[in-house]
Protein backbone atom coordinates (compact mmCIF):
# COMPACT_ATOMS: atom_id res chain seq x y z
CA UNK A 1 0.00 0.00 0.00
CA UNK A 2 1.50 3.36 -0.70
CA UNK A 3 1.32 6.47 1.66
CA UNK A 4 0.38 9.86 0.27
CA UNK A 5 0.14 12.43 2.18
CA UNK A 6 -2.83 15.06 1.24
CA UNK A 7 -1.46 18.49 2.11
CA UNK A 8 0.45 21.55 0.75
CA UNK A 9 1.93 22.25 3.54
CA UNK A 10 6.00 21.68 2.26
CA UNK A 11 6.82 21.07 6.71
CA UNK A 12 4.31 17.98 7.05
CA UNK A 13 5.70 16.59 3.73
CA UNK A 14 8.68 17.28 4.87
CA UNK A 15 8.36 15.49 8.41
CA UNK A 16 6.30 12.76 6.60
CA UNK A 17 9.33 12.25 3.87
CA UNK A 18 11.68 12.40 7.30
CA UNK A 19 9.81 9.24 8.46
CA UNK A 20 10.83 7.11 5.32
CA UNK A 21 7.48 6.02 4.53
CA UNK A 22 6.04 8.04 2.19
CA UNK A 23 5.11 7.59 -1.60
CA UNK A 24 3.91 10.97 -2.57
CA UNK A 25 1.81 13.90 -1.99
CA UNK A 26 -1.67 14.73 -3.34
CA UNK A 27 -3.19 18.24 -3.58
CA UNK A 28 -6.01 20.12 -4.47
CA UNK A 29 -6.91 24.00 -5.00
CA UNK A 30 -8.41 24.50 -1.35
CA UNK A 31 -5.11 22.90 0.20
CA UNK A 32 -3.09 25.15 -1.90
CA UNK A 33 -5.05 28.05 -0.76
CA UNK A 34 -5.09 26.95 3.00
CA UNK A 35 -1.01 27.56 2.63
CA UNK A 36 -1.55 30.91 0.96
CA UNK A 37 -0.54 30.03 -2.60
CA UNK A 38 -1.79 31.95 -5.02
CA UNK A 39 -1.11 32.92 -8.94
CA UNK A 40 -0.36 30.64 -11.43
CA UNK A 41 3.75 31.32 -11.18
CA UNK A 42 3.41 30.86 -7.49
CA UNK A 43 1.11 27.94 -7.84
CA UNK A 44 3.34 26.32 -10.53
CA UNK A 45 6.62 27.19 -8.40
CA UNK A 46 4.77 25.42 -5.08
CA UNK A 47 4.44 21.96 -7.06
CA UNK A 48 8.13 21.67 -7.73
CA UNK A 49 9.10 22.57 -4.71
CA UNK A 50 6.67 19.78 -2.96
CA UNK A 51 8.64 17.06 -5.84
CA UNK A 52 11.94 18.12 -4.64
CA UNK A 53 11.22 17.21 -1.10
CA UNK A 54 9.60 13.57 -2.44
CA UNK A 55 10.33 10.67 -4.25
CA UNK A 56 7.10 9.83 -5.16
CA UNK A 57 4.19 10.96 -7.39
CA UNK A 58 2.51 14.14 -6.88
CA UNK A 59 -0.82 15.22 -7.83
CA UNK A 60 -1.50 18.84 -9.45
CA UNK A 61 -5.29 19.45 -10.02
CA UNK A 62 -6.81 21.72 -13.28
CA UNK A 63 -9.12 23.92 -12.25
CA UNK A 64 -10.28 24.08 -16.07
CA UNK A 65 -13.56 22.33 -16.20
CA UNK A 66 -13.71 22.45 -20.00
CA UNK A 67 -11.83 19.86 -21.79
CA UNK A 68 -9.45 22.26 -24.07
CA UNK A 69 -8.94 24.00 -20.97
CA UNK A 70 -8.08 20.76 -18.70
CA UNK A 71 -6.11 19.92 -21.66
CA UNK A 72 -3.74 23.03 -21.79
CA UNK A 73 -3.25 22.83 -17.88
CA UNK A 74 -2.39 19.62 -17.45
CA UNK A 75 -0.13 19.51 -20.14
CA UNK A 76 1.58 22.42 -18.59
CA UNK A 77 1.23 20.78 -15.57
CA UNK A 78 2.85 17.85 -16.69
CA UNK A 79 5.92 19.65 -18.03
CA UNK A 80 6.85 20.91 -14.84
CA UNK A 81 8.60 18.33 -13.03
CA UNK A 82 8.58 14.27 -13.94
CA UNK A 83 7.20 13.49 -10.58
CA UNK A 84 3.51 15.34 -11.50
CA UNK A 85 0.43 13.68 -12.10
CA UNK A 86 -2.38 15.69 -14.03
CA UNK A 87 -5.41 15.42 -11.19
CA UNK A 88 -8.52 16.01 -13.55
CA UNK A 89 -12.24 16.08 -12.14
CA UNK A 90 -14.61 13.65 -12.51
CA UNK A 91 -17.04 15.45 -15.07
CA UNK A 92 -17.95 14.67 -18.67
CA UNK A 93 -14.78 16.68 -19.76
CA UNK A 94 -13.22 15.13 -17.72
CA UNK A 95 -13.38 11.65 -18.52
CA UNK A 96 -12.45 12.56 -22.10
CA UNK A 97 -9.13 14.53 -21.09
CA UNK A 98 -8.17 10.97 -18.61
CA UNK A 99 -8.31 9.07 -22.29
CA UNK A 100 -6.34 12.43 -24.07
CA UNK A 101 -3.46 11.89 -21.81
CA UNK A 102 -3.83 8.42 -21.19
CA UNK A 103 -3.21 7.77 -24.53
CA UNK A 104 0.06 10.53 -24.50
CA UNK A 105 1.50 8.37 -21.51
CA UNK A 106 1.11 11.29 -19.17
CA UNK A 107 -0.41 9.72 -15.76
CA UNK A 108 -3.35 10.87 -14.19
CA UNK A 109 -5.91 11.07 -10.77
CA UNK A 110 -9.13 11.27 -11.01
CA UNK A 111 -10.31 13.03 -8.24
CA UNK A 112 -13.94 14.17 -6.93
CA UNK A 113 -15.12 10.00 -7.50
CA UNK A 114 -18.03 9.25 -5.37
CA UNK A 115 -19.68 6.01 -7.09
CA UNK A 116 -18.32 2.86 -8.40
CA UNK A 117 -19.90 3.74 -11.73
CA UNK A 118 -17.63 6.87 -11.80
CA UNK A 119 -14.51 4.57 -11.06
CA UNK A 120 -15.61 1.97 -13.72
CA UNK A 121 -15.30 5.46 -16.29
CA UNK A 122 -12.41 6.50 -14.84
CA UNK A 123 -11.10 3.27 -15.27
CA UNK A 124 -11.96 2.75 -18.76
CA UNK A 125 -11.07 6.12 -19.59
CA UNK A 126 -7.31 5.20 -18.54
CA UNK A 127 -6.77 6.71 -15.52
CA UNK A 128 -3.54 6.29 -13.38
CA UNK A 129 -5.09 6.78 -10.18
CA UNK A 130 -8.78 6.82 -8.63
CA UNK A 131 -9.77 8.93 -5.99
CA UNK A 132 -12.84 8.06 -4.09
CA UNK A 133 -13.39 10.56 -1.42
CA UNK A 134 -14.36 8.32 1.95
CA UNK A 135 -14.75 11.13 4.52
CA UNK A 136 -16.74 13.31 2.61
CA UNK A 137 -19.39 10.31 2.35
CA UNK A 138 -18.82 9.10 5.67
CA UNK A 139 -19.68 12.97 6.41
CA UNK A 140 -23.62 12.87 4.79
CA UNK A 141 -23.77 9.26 6.32
CA UNK A 142 -22.88 7.40 3.52
CA UNK A 143 -20.77 3.97 3.59
CA UNK A 144 -17.32 5.86 2.03
CA UNK A 145 -15.51 2.62 2.73
CA UNK A 146 -18.18 -0.01 1.04
CA UNK A 147 -17.07 2.97 -2.18
CA UNK A 148 -13.93 1.46 -1.80
CA UNK A 149 -14.91 -2.21 -1.81
CA UNK A 150 -16.85 -2.01 -4.51
CA UNK A 151 -14.30 -0.62 -6.61
CA UNK A 152 -11.94 -2.99 -5.64
CA UNK A 153 -14.19 -5.98 -6.48
CA UNK A 154 -15.08 -4.17 -10.03
CA UNK A 155 -11.23 -3.33 -11.05
CA UNK A 156 -10.16 -7.02 -9.92
CA UNK A 157 -13.10 -8.62 -11.50
CA UNK A 158 -11.65 -6.90 -15.24
CA UNK A 159 -8.06 -6.14 -13.84
CA UNK A 160 -8.39 -2.61 -14.72
CA UNK A 161 -4.76 -1.14 -13.66
CA UNK A 162 -6.01 2.14 -12.78
CA UNK A 163 -4.94 2.52 -8.46
CA UNK A 164 -7.48 2.67 -5.99
CA UNK A 165 -6.35 5.79 -4.36
CA UNK A 166 -8.58 6.13 -0.99
CA UNK A 167 -8.68 10.01 -0.57
CA UNK A 168 -10.55 12.09 1.86
CA UNK A 169 -9.07 9.99 4.65
CA UNK A 170 -9.26 11.41 8.16
CA UNK A 171 -8.29 9.47 10.45
CA UNK A 172 -5.54 5.83 11.78
CA UNK A 173 -8.75 3.81 11.28
CA UNK A 174 -9.79 4.46 7.79
CA UNK A 175 -5.83 3.69 6.66
CA UNK A 176 -6.03 0.08 8.39
CA UNK A 177 -10.09 -0.48 6.75
CA UNK A 178 -8.48 0.61 3.75
CA UNK A 179 -5.37 -1.72 3.78
CA UNK A 180 -7.99 -4.39 5.05
CA UNK A 181 -10.10 -3.61 1.56
CA UNK A 182 -7.00 -3.51 -0.49
CA UNK A 183 -6.71 -0.31 -1.81
CA UNK A 184 -3.53 0.24 -3.41
CA UNK A 185 -2.78 3.86 -1.67
CA UNK A 186 -4.29 6.29 0.55
CA UNK A 187 -3.88 9.77 0.70
CA UNK A 188 -4.55 11.90 3.92
CA UNK A 189 -3.50 14.40 7.00
CA UNK A 190 -0.01 13.70 8.43
CA UNK A 191 -1.78 12.44 11.82
CA UNK A 192 -3.49 9.69 10.11
CA UNK A 193 -0.05 8.53 9.58
CA UNK A 194 1.90 9.44 12.03
CA UNK A 195 -1.11 8.04 14.29
CA UNK A 196 -0.50 4.20 13.22
CA UNK A 197 2.48 4.62 15.38
CA UNK A 198 0.69 4.77 18.73
CA UNK A 199 -0.09 2.05 21.09
CA UNK A 200 -0.15 2.78 25.06
CA UNK A 201 1.37 -0.94 25.79
CA UNK A 202 4.59 0.52 23.32
CA UNK A 203 5.12 3.58 26.02
CA UNK A 204 4.49 1.65 28.96
CA UNK A 205 6.90 -1.39 27.59
CA UNK A 206 9.36 0.83 26.33
CA UNK A 207 9.67 2.88 29.78
CA UNK A 208 9.83 -0.58 31.91
CA UNK A 209 12.62 -1.48 29.38
CA UNK A 210 14.58 1.45 30.41
CA UNK A 211 14.15 1.68 33.69
CA UNK A 212 14.95 -1.71 34.44
CA UNK A 213 18.21 -1.09 32.35
CA UNK A 214 19.06 1.22 34.64
CA UNK A 215 18.69 -0.39 37.86
CA UNK A 216 21.30 -3.12 36.17
CA UNK A 217 23.56 -0.39 34.91
CA UNK A 218 23.88 1.94 37.65
C1 LIG B 1 -7.78 14.04 -2.52
O1 LIG B 1 -6.95 14.05 -3.37
C2 LIG B 1 -8.30 15.24 -1.85
O2 LIG B 1 -7.31 16.24 -1.89
C3 LIG B 1 -8.62 15.05 -0.42
O3 LIG B 1 -8.32 13.74 0.02
C4 LIG B 1 -9.90 15.60 0.03
O4 LIG B 1 -10.00 15.41 1.42
P1 LIG B 1 -11.03 16.19 2.35
O5 LIG B 1 -12.37 15.61 2.13
O6 LIG B 1 -10.51 15.96 3.73
O7 LIG B 1 -10.96 17.64 1.92
Excluded: W
Amino acid sequence: MKFFIDTANLDQIREAQELGVLDGVTTNPSLMAKEGITGKDNILKHYVDICNIVEGDVSAEVVATDLAGMIKEGEELAELHEQIVVKIPMIKDGVKALKYFSDKGIRTNCTLVFSAGQALLAAKAGATYVSPFLGRLDDISTDGLNLISEIRLIYDNYAFETQILAASIRHTMHVIDCAKIGADVMTGPLSSIEGLLKHPLTDIGLAKFLEDYKKGNS
